[in-house]
C-alpha cells in the first residue's frame, strides 16, 4: 500500500512538473525572441493574433510569422505575470518587452498526451 501511494506521488509530481514546463519554457522563449526554441512547442497549427494578422497557421507558416514579429519588434525581455491551467489546457500571460513598445502576450496551451503544445499566441499593444 504504501509503495502505491509513493508511485502515486511521484506520477502526481511529475505531471503537475510536465505541465508547467510546457509554458515556463515558452516564457523563456519568449524573453529572448527565440523562434526556433517557441517551435519545439507548437501543434501542427498555431493561432497568432495580433494587429496587423491573424490567422491559424502551419507550423512553418507560424515561425515565419512570428520571425517577421520579432524582426520589426526586436525583443527586450519578457514577464511572465500570470499563468494557471485548466482541464489539461495551460495558459500564461505576460508583458513582452520590445524596442518598439510592450505588447500584453497571451498564450494557450493544451496538453496532448505528456506534452504540452503551443495552440495560440496573442500580441496587443500595452
Do not use: C, W
Not at 519554457?25 to 524573453?31: D, G, I, N, Q, R
Not at 523562434?35 to 493561432?47: E, H, R, S
Not at 515565419?64 to 519578457?78: C, E, M, Q
Not at 497571451?106 to 496573442?122: C, D, N, S
Request: glycine share 8%.
Amino acid at each position: 500500500m504504501k509503495r502505491m501511494i509513493v508511485l502515486l506521488t511521484m506520477g502526481f509530481l511529475f505531471s503537475s512538473f510536465t505541465l508547467n514546463a510546457g509554458i515556463d519554457e515558452v516564457a523563456s522563449a519568449l524573453k529572448t525572441g527565440n523562434v526556433a526554441q517557441l517551435v519545439k512547442y507548437f501543434d501542427n497549427t498555431v493561432d497568432i493574433i495580433m494587429l496587423d494578422k491573424s490567422n491559424s497557421y502551419s507550423k512553418s507558416q507560424a515561425e515565419l510569422v512570428l520571425k517577421d514579429f520579432f524582426s520589426s519588434n526586436p525583443v527586450k525581455g519578457f514577464e511572465l505575470l500570470h499563468k494557471g491551467e485548466n482541464a489539461g489546457s495551460q495558459y500564461g500571460i505576460g508583458n513582452l518587452i520590445t524596442r518598439n513598445g510592450n505588447f500584453r502576450t497571451t498564450v494557450y496551451m493544451k496538453q496532448k498526451g505528456a506534452q504540452q503544445f503551443l495552440q495560440e499566441i496573442r500580441f496587443e499593444n500595452n
